[in-house]
């Protein structure tokens, strides 16, 4: 497009500058003739007088006589004057002067012929009234020709946009569904960065909105499990035929109906990390990771006592602050540590580890669990996947909430066999400044 309107807009400059220079020609012409005849009529008028010492009768044209000629012998008397009443001086300055007078600036051109001295003068008024005519008539082609420069440029400069227009045609015309990237066959070079980046753009809208729909499809699906056995749990009770039968049967239907609770409050947990109900959300604060991290464990210690789970904290670094939102870094310990607690065996342990290392604060919870095979490590933090023949009843969305809420923050998922062949998952934040007397202590061996 570039090369287009370069090579259409010089044609067309080039053009007009032709013409225009044609025009300028004819009019240049056209003064220099009109000069010359003037020199030839100036030439004429002077000459009138036969001979120096006359002076010449004044005839019809003397009213078109600018020049004047004076005429003066060696002893410095006037000899000849083409035009008598002149109000130049009687004496001559020799070469080219320009003389003041009453009648306004004369110039003159003096020069020695034998015993003589010859003068010519010439009113500056008319050398000026000449020079202002020619001026405006070389002009005059030019003012003309501009408005047609202007509406070339006009035109070519349309019609090198055109493709421009197309494309934005294509865009506005796009209904909200079609997400197909955009033809590049025809565009300008200028113009395929710009496509390149909307269908990228479209790429990602079209990659986010069919997440969109697998998470609502599996949703569906996992919630219509555990709501059809309550509907079935609750078709039991209405049977049962003894109170004992009838408080097993309630029993049944209160333990689905928690299952159901857990599954939707992590569908609205998942659902409340997207980046724009993230963004609507309270902002970003300094949140100490030890501080956070002490406070789930006591709260999930009664659990872990429950089935036996050594729960504690091995390292636990002061001064580990994160920058990001509090209640999304907790719902991640949460997950994190109730993951551990659930598919650690009873008698087992689970162990938690803050430090820094390389400009970030790292959080790591291990257990000695059945572990994570290194084939299905990337698939556990897809929504909804279970692994095959797991007992722990759970909805598959722990991991995948854990991986939203570090995505949201920058931080580094891994997910790696802790010491005792269990799973240890390592969560590494960017680290939040703080003052140097603040991160100068470790505390260590910590148990809640």
Request: cysteine-free.
């Amino acid at each position: 497009m570039r090369r287009q309107l370069l090579i259409t807009l010089l044609g067309a400059v080039l053009g007009v500058f032709l013409i225009g220079s044609l025009a300028t020609y004819q009019t240049t012409r056209g003064e220099v003739d009109e000069i010359m005849d003037y020199h030839l009529r100036q030439l004429a008028l002077s000459l009138r007088a036969p001979q120096y010492g006359a002076q010449p009768e004044l005839g019809p044209d003397d009213q078109l006589f600018d020049m004047v000629i004076q005429v003066w012998d060696e002893q410095g008397l006037r000899l000849y004057l083409s035009r008598p009443h002149t109000a130049l001086p009687d004496r001559a300055q020799l070469g080219y002067a320009t003389v003041p007078t009453a009648e306004g600036d004369w110039r003159t051109y003096s020069i020695v012929m034998g015993s003589r001295v010859v003068q010519v003068a010439q009113p500056m008024s008319h050398r000026n009234r000449l020079a202002a005519a020619a001026a405006l008539r070389t002009l005059t082609p030019l003012l003309v020709i501009l408005p047609l420069l202007a509406g070339l440029i006009w035109y070519l400069v349309g019609r090198g946009l055109r493709p421009l227009e197309r494309l934005a045609r294509a865009v506005g015309q796009r209904r909200p569904d079609s997400l197909a990237p955009l033809a590049v066959a025809g565009v300008p070079d200028e113009a395929q960065p710009l496509v390149q980046a909307l269908n990228g753009l479209l790429g990602r809208l079209d990659h986010a909105m069919s997440a969109q729909r697998a998470f609502v499809a599996d949703a569906a699906h996992e919630l219509r499990t555990p709501l059809a056995a309550l509907q079935l749990q609750l078709q039991l009770t209405e049977r049962a035929g003894s109170e004992a039968e009838r408080r097993a049967a309630l029993g049944e239907l209160r333990q689905g109906l928690l299952r159901a609770t857990r599954v939707v409050q992590q569908l609205l947990t998942l659902a409340r990390q997207t980046p724009d109900a993230a963004a609507a959300g309270a902002p970003p604060a300094v949140v100490d990771l030890v501080e956070l991290v002490a406070l789930v464990t006591a709260e999930l210690q009664a659990l872990a006592e429950a089935r036996g789970i050594d729960l504690g904290a091995e390292q636990l670094d002061s001064g580990s602050t994160v920058h990001g939102d509090r209640d999304s870094l907790r719902t991640l310990v949460v997950n994190l540590i109730d993951n551990a607690i659930r598919y650690t065996p009873a008698g087992g342990r689970v162990d938690l580890r803050v430090w820094h290392e390389n400009g970030r604060v790292w959080l790591e919870v291990a257990d000695d669990g059945p572990g994570i095979p290194v084939e299905e490590r990337e698939r556990v933090l897809d929504r909804f996947y279970r692994r095959a023949g797991q007992e722990q009843p759970g909805s598959g969305l722990g991991l995948a909430i854990v991986k939203a809420i570090a995505d949201r923050h920058g931080a580094e998922l891994r997910l790696d066999e802790s010491a005792r062949g269990g799973l240890a998952v390592r969560v590494g934040l960017p680290a939040a400044p703080v003052a140097a007397e603040e991160t100068s202590g470790n505390t260590a061996g910590v148990e809640p």
